[in-house]
């Protein structure tokens, strides 16, 4: 192609973009909610991200042992724990820190610090705090040490916890689930509607397009500022799409930090603001350009 | 050279818009098809345009089997035909000078030559006042010219031209039918069909009649009087 014919070709998609003023603002419009659909997408994505590992977090296995269990005894049973390949983390609390931490937490209830100086003994259990790699393998960690009946073992508290923790992670497999379905569907009708908008901005030209055939114009130099305003309703609609998410980020934020405290919307979307400006320039302009040129491939048959 | 050999359209069957069509038009020559409404002229026109496909038969424009092109090859034999439409076919959302310019863009012509030819050509069909139009802002017979001047400035091989006086009045009629014999004395094969007999009586020169889509004469000096 001659550079002529390609400066043509984009002088005439950003004529063709203004030209058609409404044709452009309705399917400028229509990417825009296609964009919306896909922003709020991603931040749902991180709220439920960072909302289920908020819950996971709180999540653990407890080993707790019996007040004669010797260190090196407790140490084996440790080192047993950190070779699963599911857990994570292990964590071991001697009896002294127990003790330190409870007083910690209890030093303003003189109550319990002078039950404490009175008892002279340390009444608490060492113990041993598991945390998994998946929520799902605690059934299979918590069987594992009940298997092995170790002596020094008194007490695995999973089993309290066993029900509130299948819930739990049922409930986190069904909305990581449930949430990529929809998110596949609401993708999918968001693609259809633009595309069919595209379409019917075409369909409206078929005659003229006909005609530029005829005249001796190669099909590149018809559909090539289709393509152009193609990329242009991309462009504008993450413009309009990126302003109309900061106010909604700003205002959903502390709504958002009130169920999840660790999520702040706001900071973000700042945060990530390179990359979702990316995410939708890039869904905006593949949407627009591919959708003209499946739209205009049967018109260009002239 | 332009040569039909054999050549037929069928758009639905049992009726051929045109029929075992042979014939052979030579560089430089000034032809006029005529014949009744619906004989076949327009269709002739649009096989060589290759706007429709032939139904059978092969058509050469100098040596090269027009009939054998794909899609993506086609807009190169286009812009060697200049073609006056009977429908004008104008782009409605381009002025007269944007029309005539948009052949020569896609032609691949420097902003320079079509600075300088889109007015000259649109002087010449008489609408140099009109340059600004939209087609909506002209007469059938300014949207004529405008076509006519769409047509002429790529400086084609071939002018096909049809019906191209048919929504003028006598005196324009007279003025495009010698800009016609002009564009073909400068060595442009020219192919007129028409009904006006005074246009055909007045040229002097080579008239084929089609009656339903078969050649019922070719005389080299024809009249027309039907
Ligand atoms: N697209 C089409 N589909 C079906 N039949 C068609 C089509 N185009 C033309 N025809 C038929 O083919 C025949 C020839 O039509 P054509 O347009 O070539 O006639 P014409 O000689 O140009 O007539 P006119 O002088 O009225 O312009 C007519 O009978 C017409 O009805
Ligand atoms: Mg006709």
Same mark, same amino acid.
């Given at each position: 192609m001659k550079f002529i014919t390609l400066q043509r070709v984009i002088r005439a998609g950003f004529l063709g973009f203004r030209r058609n003023g409404w044709l452009s603002t309705a399917t400028t419009m229509v990417m825009t909610l296609v964009l919306f659909v896909l922003g709020n997408v991603v931040f749902v994505g991180a709220?439920?991200?960072?909302?289920?590992?908020?819950?996971?977090?709180?999540?653990?296995?407890?080993?707790?042992f019996t007040a004669n269990a010797q260190e090196p005894q407790i140490m084996a049973v440790k080192n047993e724990i950190e070779a699963l390949s599911d857990v994570r983390h292990v964590e071991y609390i001697s009896r002294d820190a127990a003790l330190a931490r409870f007083r910690e937490r209890h030093k303003e209830n003189a109550l319990i610090v002078s039950a404490l100086e009175e008892l002279g003994d340390n009444p608490l259990q060492a113990s041993i705090n598991i945390a998994a790699i998946d929520p799902g393998h605690y059934a299979a960690i918590s069987d594992f040490l009940a298997g092995k009946k170790y002596p020094v073992v008194e007490k695995i508290n999973y089993f309290e916890n066993q029900a509130v923790?299948?819930?739990?992670?049922?409930?986190?497999?069904?909305?990581?689930?449930?949430?990529?379905?929809?998110?596949?569907?609401?993708?999918?009708?968001?693609?259809?509607?633009?595309?069919?908008?595209?379409?019917?901005?075409?369909?409206?030209?078929?005659?003229?397009?006909?005609?530029?055939?005829?005249?001796?114009?190669?099909?590149?130099?018809?559909?090539?500022?289709?393509?152009?305003?193609?990329?242009?309703?991309?462009?504008?609609?993450?413009?309009?799409?990126?302003?109309?998410?900061?106010?909604?980020?700003?205002?959903?934020?502390?709504?958002?930090?009130?169920?999840?405290?660790?999520?702040?919307l706001f900071t973000y979307f700042l945060s990530n603001l390179v990359q979702f400006s990316l995410i939708m320039l890039g869904t905006g302009v593949a949407l627009g350009v591919i959708s003209s040129f499946i739209a205009i491939r049967r018109y260009l048959n002239v | 050279m332009i040569f039909f050999d054999n050549v037929s359209k069928i758009y639905s069957h049992n009726s051929a818009a045109v029929r075992n069509v042979t014939l052979r038009i030579e560089p430089k020559e000034f032809v006029s098809l005529v014949g009744a409404s619906g004989a076949g002229k327009t269709t002739l026109l649009k096989l060589l345009l290759r706007e429709e496909d032939s139904t059978e038969g092969t058509i050469f424009l100098d040596g090269?089997?027009?009939?054998?092109?794909?899609?993506?090859?086609?807009?190169?034999?286009?812009?060697?035909?200049?073609?006056?439409?009977?429908?004008?076919? #104008?782009?409605?959302?381009?002025? *007269?000078?944007?029309?005539?310019? !948009?052949?020569?863009?896609?032609? @691949?012509?420097?902003?320079?030559?079509?600075?300088?030819?889109?007015?000259?050509? #649109?002087?010449?069909?008489?609408? *140099?006042?009109?340059?600004?139009? !939209?087609?909506?802002?002209?007469? @059938?017979?300014?949207?004529?010219?405008?076509?006519?001047a769409r047509a002429l400035v790529n400086r084609p091989d071939v002018l096909l031209g049809d019906e191209p006086t048919g929504n003028l009045d006598s005196v324009n009629t007279g003025e495009i039918v010698k800009l016609l014999k002009k564009i073909n004395q400068l060595g442009t094969t020219v192919i007129l069909a028409t009904h006006d007999k005074q246009v055909i009586n007045t040229l002097d020169k080579r008239v084929i009649v089609l009656d339903q889509g078969e050649i019922v004469s070719d005389n080299a000096k024809g009249t027309y009087q039907a």
């Amino acid at each position: 192609m001659k550079f002529i014919t390609l400066q043509r070709v984009i002088r005439a998609g950003f004529l063709g973009f203004r030209r058609n003023g409404w044709l452009s603002t309705a399917t400028t419009m229509v990417m825009t909610l296609v964009l919306f659909v896909l922003g709020n997408v991603v931040f749902v994505g991180a709220f439920a991200d960072t909302a289920l590992r908020s819950l996971e977090s709180k999540i653990d296995i407890t080993v707790y042992f019996t007040a004669n269990a010797q260190e090196p005894q407790i140490m084996a049973v440790k080192n047993e724990i950190e070779a699963l390949s599911d857990v994570r983390h292990v964590e071991y609390i001697s009896r002294d820190a127990a003790l330190a931490r409870f007083r910690e937490r209890h030093k303003e209830n003189a109550l319990i610090v002078s039950a404490l100086e009175e008892l002279g003994d340390n009444p608490l259990q060492a113990s041993i705090n598991i945390a998994a790699i998946d929520p799902g393998h605690y059934a299979a960690i918590s069987d594992f040490l009940a298997g092995k009946k170790y002596p020094v073992v008194e007490k695995i508290n999973y089993f309290e916890n066993q029900a509130v923790i299948e819930r739990l992670s049922s409930v986190m497999g069904t909305v990581r689930g449930s949430g990529a379905i929809l998110t596949i569907i609401l993708a999918f009708i968001a693609v259809l509607v633009a595309f069919n908008t595209i379409r019917l901005a075409i369909y409206t030209v078929r005659e003229e397009i006909g005609i530029m055939r005829l005249v001796g114009a190669s099909s590149w130099f018809i559909r090539g500022p289709f393509l152009i305003s193609g990329v242009l309703y991309g462009v504008a609609a993450t413009a309009v799409v990126l302003l109309v998410f900061f106010p909604i980020a700003w205002l959903a934020s502390p709504k958002l930090a009130f169920l999840v405290p660790e999520f702040n919307l706001f900071t973000y979307f700042l945060s990530n603001l390179v990359q979702f400006s990316l995410i939708m320039l890039g869904t905006g302009v593949a949407l627009g350009v591919i959708s003209s040129f499946i739209a205009i491939r049967r018109y260009l048959n002239v | 050279m332009i040569f039909f050999d054999n050549v037929s359209k069928i758009y639905s069957h049992n009726s051929a818009a045109v029929r075992n069509v042979t014939l052979r038009i030579e560089p430089k020559e000034f032809v006029s098809l005529v014949g009744a409404s619906g004989a076949g002229k327009t269709t002739l026109l649009k096989l060589l345009l290759r706007e429709e496909d032939s139904t059978e038969g092969t058509i050469f424009l100098d040596g090269l089997d027009v009939t054998a092109l794909t899609r993506d090859e086609l807009h190169h034999v286009r812009r060697r035909i200049g073609t006056v439409f009977q429908d004008y076919k #104008l782009l409605p959302t381009k002025t *007269a000078a944007e029309n005539v310019a !948009f052949a020569m863009e896609a032609a @691949g012509r420097t902003d320079a030559e079509i600075d300088e030819d889109v007015p000259q050509v #649109l002087d010449l069909v008489g609408l *140099a006042d009109k340059m600004d139009n !939209f087609p909506h802002q002209l007469s @059938g017979g300014e949207k004529q010219r405008v076509a006519i001047a769409r047509a002429l400035v790529n400086r084609p091989d071939v002018l096909l031209g049809d019906e191209p006086t048919g929504n003028l009045d006598s005196v324009n009629t007279g003025e495009i039918v010698k800009l016609l014999k002009k564009i073909n004395q400068l060595g442009t094969t020219v192919i007129l069909a028409t009904h006006d007999k005074q246009v055909i009586n007045t040229l002097d020169k080579r008239v084929i009649v089609l009656d339903q889509g078969e050649i019922v004469s070719d005389n080299a000096k024809g009249t027309y009087q039907a």
